[in-house]
């Protein structure tokens, strides 16, 4: 991008310049990004002096989609404010979701109980789980939960996200896509997102009684396949590879990434496998990433996926259509980062990390509730947290240019530096046989557990600094009073399965359920009879029975 | 008085809820700080009891996110009790638990209480202690 004459100069300026403050004072020894990224004190055009702008960095909307996926970007269209919300009851959530719309937000996302993500009844008479109902999220264990969470709301202006995974996704799809019909939409207009996400279930939480990593692929694979090249549900976004939970735990930017990559490379090679083209689906294979500390690591972050995604899919899969090379996101603020102590600075943490998605470019947003650390959202809170985004996005004028940090040394610097660690990590799960295998023969686990360590120590010895729990500490007592979810959820919902119970037909049920022994047994797409199932009023744990049944349960290899 | 014999800890997931960082990350913490710790995972209540019992623990780390701590403490207090076991083991809790609700736990007999953020000595320390204070009382 420059001249080498122009980039000897500045060379030659630069020595001159570091030589008067060589025995300067510097605060830290090193000054590295989580990641390990050594940061110097400054970025010259030196830097970049190899870098193609036609060819590395380009244009938004098109091949390498560095400054963005589209090519108004905000300018066009906003990022959708999509806050993660749910607890008590489906009906509680739903007048949150009201509130929520009436604040600002354009996009409804919802978060279940642990009862939904883990596939199972309050009242299965196996497992104690009548205390967990809606506790941290909502209850959805039915069709019938399902058209309450969604009543009256606009579902097609305002699409809605489930965010359950692959063990679940197929049922609980199924139930949203059933309601749909009968409140008259038609499959081909309705959008919204599945989470469906093994690497969710497996190291973004640890689930009980999980399935193979084998079987969660499959699954997830016969929901996208149902919607997207099937043609089911052709607006649905069938998966998103929600790396922000792996993310969670501990691992860095890099690790995130590569996780995610290689993970959708998984389905990818499943669905080809299974005879589809690229083309025909991978446009609908989506992220969900996090937005942490390091303001401008997570930028360039988010700059070199798309790049990587969009070599990937040219050079690796031959993908034609400009949309197949296209990596959507949607970015959470990371939980991670909050304290609860003096939790109200969690307000500034989140609007950070809210600008860090923006400058990255984001398609959709949920920004953290300051008392998250604590207990569920508030309504203040969680009226507060839109706000973040809303301001950001009206009084900032941050949106007005596109991918405005493009050119920045530093910035253009990094996102080559990421781009290469992304890679060579992506490499060594690759070496493990790729994701699936990697969670299977425990390598990731242990990764994991690395990372929790890592975490831990950079806290506990001050090396990462965190205001209000290992510096900046102050002796005030917390006076929140946390907020509670409604304690009759468990009676509420029990009743709601026993009067489904009541009013279907038994015997087909229990039929289909039969069938789907069948289907799962001979290895088909599971989707067209989970979708007669549900509609007849099958409900999660007896569709969650059957997988479990059939495939087997597997034991997570966790390592401590 | 013995000496030198190591703390014998009990991690577990109660319920049904997955967040795994804490319970793996305070396991591997009080192993560095000399500790036998058994992570047992996802556990039901009789069958952490019956661990508890069988690896011989000092104390029993119960680690829930799910928001229903109070409920997995009480029910597991209740049920030692009805076994006859009544404070044979001290009961640590950890994970995403106001500080509203730490009162309430230490009624029902919970030691110590560990929300996100806590610094890795306290834990250490506590641990130390609890078990510490519990010889002491047994002595006399």
Redesign the interface.
């Known amino acids: 991008m420059f001249k080498k004459e122009e980039i000897k100069k500045i060379e030659k300026e630069r020595l001159k310049w570091a030589k008067k403050i060589e025995d300067d004072k510097q605060l830290k020894k090193e000054f590295t990004t989580p990641s390990g990224i050594k940061i110097k004190n400054i970025y010259t055009p030196e830097d970049i002096k190899d870098v193609d702008y036609i060819k590395d960095i380009g244009f938004p909307g098109a091949y390498p989609h560095v400054r963005g996926v589209y090519p108004t970007m905000y300018r066009g269209q906003h990022w959708t404010i999509r806050m993660f919300s749910g607890f008590g009851t489906p009906e509680e959530t739903n007048k949150r979701w009201r509130l929520l719309y009436e604040e600002g937000e354009t996009g409804f996302s919802a978060a279940c ?3 939904t ?2 596939g ?1 009844d309050p009242d299965d008479p196996e ?3 009548q ?2 109902v809606g ?2 999220g909502t209850p959805l264990y039915s069709i019938k939960a399902v058209e309450e969470m969604i009543k009256d709301l606009p579902i097609d202006k305002v699409t809605v996200a489930l965010v359950v995974e692959c063990m679940t996704a197929t049922s609980l799809t199924s139930m949203y896509f059933n309601a749909a019909k009968k409140r008259g939409y038609s499959l081909n207009q309705i959008g919204g997102t599945t989470q469906n996400d093994i690497g969710t279930m497996l190291i973004g ?4 009684n999980s399935l193979t990593p084998q079987v969660l692929l499959k699954l997830a694979c016969d929901l996208i396949e149902y919607c997207i090249p099937m043609k089911n549900a052709p607006r649905w976004n069938p998966i998103n590879f929600t790396t922000y939970n792996y993310r ?3 691992i860095d930017a890099v690790q995130e990434i590569a996780f995610g990559f290689t993970n959708a490379i998984d389905h990818i090679d499943e669905l080809l496998r299974r005879g589809w083209k690229i083309d025909e689906f991978v446009h609908r294979l989506a992220f969900h990433l996090s937005a942490d500390r390091h303001f401008f690591e997570e930028i360039a972050k988010y700059r070199a996926a798309r790049r990587i995604w969009a070599k990937l899919m040219t050079e690796r899969y031959g993908a034609k259509d400009p949309r197949s090379i296209a990596m959507k996101y949607h970015v959470q603020t990371a939980g991670s980062s909050l ?3 003096q939790p109200m600075v969690n307000i500034i943490r989140t609007t950070i990390q809210g600008l860090e998605a923006v400058l990255g470019g984001t398609q959709s947003m949920h920004t953290n509730s300051w008392d998250e ?4 959202p508030s309504d203040e809170a969680v009226k507060l947290a839109v706000k973040t985004q809303l301001v950001i996005r009206e009084e900032t004028g941050i949106t007005d240019t596109i991918d405005p940090l493009a050119g920045s040394y530093y910035v253009e610097w990094l996102t080559n530096e990421m781009e290469k660690r992304i890679l060579s990590y992506m490499g060594e799960i690759e070496a493990q046989g790729g994701f699936a295998k990697a969670l299977e023969n425990g390598w990731i686990f242990n990764e ?2 690395k990372a ?2 890592k ?2 120590r950079a ?2 010895s001050g090396e990462e600094k ?1 205001i ?3 510096c900046f500490t102050s002796q005030e ?2 006076t ?3 907020f509670r ?1 409604n304690p009759k959820a468990a009676e509420i919902e029990i009743e709601r399965l026993k009067k489904l119970r009541k009013e279907r037909n038994n015997n087909l049920v229990t039929a289909l359920l039969d069938e789907l022994r069948r289907v799962c047994e001979r290895k088909e797409n599971v989707m067209p009879k989970v979708m007669e199932l549900t509609a007849e009023g099958a409900t999660l744990g007896e569709i969650t029975k059957v997988y479990r049944q059939i495939f087997g349960v597997w ?2 290899p ?3 | 008085m013995d000496t030198g014999k190591k703390i014998r800890v009990l991690m577990v997931k109660v319920g049904l809820d997955g967040h795994w960082r804490g319970a793996v990350s305070v396991s591997s913490l009080l192993k560095d700080a000399g500790m036998e710790v058994i992570f047992g995972g996802f556990q039901e209540i009789d069958t952490i009891i019956n661990t508890a019992i069988q690896e011989d623990v000092d104390v029993i780390g119960l680690s829930i996110h799910s928001g229903a701590h109070i409920y997995w403490t009480r029910k597991i207090v209740e049920r030692l009790a009805e076994r006859g076991l009544a404070n044979e083991f001290i009961l640590m809790v950890g994970g995403a638990i106001p500080e509203y609700d730490f009162e309430k736990l230490r009624d029902l007999g919970v030691y110590g209480i560990f929300s996100p953020g806590t610094l890795p000595e306290r834990i250490v320390s506590e641990f130390r202690e609890s078990v510490q204070g519990k010889k002491m009382a047994r002595l006399h």
Not at chain 1, 205 to 208: E, P, Q
């Open positions: 109980d642990v009862l993500f883990n199972i497992v104690d789980a205390g967990e506790t941290s939480y640890i689930t009980r969670e735990g501990g304290a609860n102590k650390a604590i207990c569920l994991m557990a929790f360590h975490r831990q806290i506990a965190f209000g729990i290992n007592e917390s929140i009073i946390p979810t034991e997570l966790v390592v401590v």
